[in-house]
Structures are given as C-alpha cells and as structure tokens.
C-alpha cells in the first residue's frame, strides 16, 4: 500500500468531529482515498440526520486535499455521496505545499474561557474572505450587538431543551472520557483534560459529571464563555443536504486552520442548531437570509489547552 497514501489519511483523521467520534473509515486505491462514513459511531440523538457527521468528513477532506500537496501530490474530489468522498491524487513534479499544511496538528477546540481580546476590524476583513465552497456563508456577530444577543439567547434555550433530555444526556456522557485508563482504551471522545478537569475514578465519575449537566449550571458556565470570546460565526447552508454538509466542513476545516494560523481560538455552541424550534427562530430572526443556521461557532483569544486524542490510522483503514 502507498505509504505517501496513508500518511495523508493520518492528516486526514486528525479533523475535529462532533463528540470525537471520528466517524470515519478510510480506503486506499491505486490512485484515491475513500473517507467512507462510519455510521457505527454516529449520535443519533444530537444528530439524528447524521449532519455533523458529513460536516466531519468535510472537515477530513479537507485535510486531505490539503495534506495530498505536502507529499507532492494534485488531488481532487470525483465522488461525494452517502457512501462516502473519493479524491483523485496524480503525483506531481514541484508541486507546492499548501501553506496550511502546517497547522493541521496545531488546530485544536478550545473551551477554555477566552482574554476579552477583541478581534481587529483589519483581522475581521480577512476572515471574512477565507474561501468558501458552494451554497456556504458564514456570517460574524460581535458580542454584544444584538445579532449575537440572539444568539447567546438561544444557546440557553437550546441548554434548557437538551439538558432535560435524558437520550442527549445519556448519549452525551457514553462519550465522555473521565481517566487516562478510559482515553488510552478508546482513543476517542471528551476527554476530562480537554475540559480542563481533574481525572476521576470510572464508578464515580458518571453520578459527579451528571450534576453538571443542568440548564443552569451549563448556561452559567455558557455566559461566561461568550462574554470573554470576541465574536460568534454563524455557519449556513442553502439546502441542508449531504453535499452541501461535506462542502460546510470543508470551508469550516480551511477557516479554522487559517484562524489557527492567526493565533485565534475556538469552541462550538451548537445547541440551537440542534433543536427543530430554535433552527426556526434562528432562521427567522438573525439576518442570514433564512438559510440553513448549521453551526455556531466563538472566536477570540485565549491559553491553548491539551489536545484530543485520536485513533491510530491503521485501525481506520478498510
Ligand atoms: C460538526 C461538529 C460539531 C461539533 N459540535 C460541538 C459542540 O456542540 N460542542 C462542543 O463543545 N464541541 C463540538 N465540536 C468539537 C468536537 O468535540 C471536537 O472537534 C473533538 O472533540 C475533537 O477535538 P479537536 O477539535 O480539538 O481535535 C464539534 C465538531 C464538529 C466537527
């Protein structure tokens, strides 16, 4: 098998997806790489369409066409569908790295608290060009205006509605990683340092974590986490379907790199995407055209936090 072939699949899987699920599978051509959808691993309470699992695979491809050129290679899409995405890659002589090949392994989610730290008018115009794929937009609301107090407002309603959901929250913690013993075992999920908490003993950790899971306590935790961040990005699409998913996690891989690159930092707040009646509202009254709101994202400044793990790419190559 091409070595060259599975080191791009390596870069590939180090995407972010939601719950680090890495629902993803891989298979090595002569001359493509299939990322096929492994649905063993899909949350179908928080994403019963499977959406933010294509916008995953989205976010892996473009890893890949990004890390093709690294290894001297040209790739391109020639297949995109429920079955899976297949690039085509032609070795090419003095072929040119793509300058963002360097911060796939420094990207990272970051949930922390942010600085307060604005971001410039000067450093805004140039996120607002990063490239996009068709039927995609992203749109920037600063804190405080009141296309962002919207938001903020349905991030708790959207805490209110998932939080008394027995399914989300029990979906949601057979996620979560509470010791090293856990994190090694899996490789996958939330892990306890990315949140920034100590580790707890397995038969404790459950009854403990299930305290913090509460509207209040999470849209508390929420307020403070937006009010220090710089602004929300509001990522959309025209028709919601799987080819419009892959090319939102496309533009949503190359915009984080190109914010990494720029010292900036990032967390989701997905919740109101994530509830039928808080998509309409969104939809109704933020100024995006009525378009599909399908993430919502705060950018702004702050302290790196430790890395998630990732599964080893010889257990994802089929
Ligand atoms: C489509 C998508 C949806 C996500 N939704 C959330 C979310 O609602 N809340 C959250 O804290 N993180 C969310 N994440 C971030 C993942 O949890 C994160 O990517 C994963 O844990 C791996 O960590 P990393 O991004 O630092 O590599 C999402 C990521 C993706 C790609």
Known sequence: MNTDYIQIAS????????????????????STITIIPNLEVALPVVDSD???????????????????????????????????????LTKTEAMIED??????????TNRSIFNRKKISDEVLKQLQTIRKENSVQFYFAEMGTPFANIITECIMKGNETQMNDTLFKKELL???RFNRKQVEATLDGLCYQVFG???LPTILARPIVNQFLKPKVQSKSDKKKIETSSHFVVCT???????????????????LLNITEMGISYAFLNQPCEVTKLVLTLQEE?????????LIIRIGYANPVPYSPRKKIESLLV
């Open 286 to 294: 933020l100024p995006i055209n009525r378009e599909y709101p399908t």
């Open 99 to 108: 300058a963002l090949f360097s911060q796939i392994e420094k990207r990272q």
């Open 237 to 255: 699409t025209q028709k919601n379907t799987i080819e419009e998913w892959v090319n939102l996690g496309r533009t949503l891989q190359r915009f």
């Open 197 to 199: 908490n100590p580790p």
């Open 11 to 30: 870069y590939a899987s180090k995407a972010p997806s939601g719950h680090n699920t890495q629902p993803w599978k891989f298979h090595i051509a002569a």
């Open 50 to 88: 499977n959406r933010e699992l294509f916008i995953s695979l989205g976010c892996a491809v473009e890893n890949l066409l990004i890390s093709a050129s690294h290894f001297g290679y040209t790739a391109h899409i020639i297949e995109c569908s429920r079955q899976g995405i297949t690039a085509e």
């Open 174 to 176: 057979s996620w979560m």
